[in-house]
């Protein structure tokens, strides 16, 4: 069992720049891949980036592509997002999630945060 808490969300302008933290609770963070995904609303649950289980490969959406990095500690057992040059488009409930395998799968996931409202004004 793992779970996730996702903080650092908040309000900021367009261009600005924010970082999420998940920090996940267990000994065994370093045996999970971790995921970022985002939920706007009417929309479905999207993939905005992904990590290894020790953080040698990153994937991001093409969405997001240049503008956010997705990190790791596994010492601090946390996962970040650091979101850059933000845009209106960007606003959504941000969710961390962690499972078995490196994949921008929904579906890949068996354990999810509650997410962070994350609002780019323009």
């Known amino acids: 069992q793992v779970q996730l808490v996702e903080s650092g969300g908040g309000l900021v302008q367009a261009g600005g720049s924010l970082r999420l933290s998940c920090a996940a609770s267990g000994r065994t963070f370093s045996s999970y891949a971790m995921g970022w995904f985002r939920q706007a609303p009417g929309q479905e649950r999207k993939f905005v980036a992904t990590?290894?289980?020790?953080?040698?490969?990153?994937s991001v959406a093409d969405s997001v592509k240049g503008r956010f990095t997705i990190s790791r500690d596994n010492a601090k057992n946390t996962v970040y997002l650091q979101m850059n040059s933000l845009k209106p488009e960007d606003t959504a409930v941000y969710y961390c999630a962690a499972g078995p395998n490196y994949s921008s799968s929904y579906s890949a996931y068996n354990y999810w945060g509650q997410g962070t409202q994350v609002t780019v004004s323009s």
């Open positions: 990590i290894t289980r020790n953080g040698g490969s990153t």
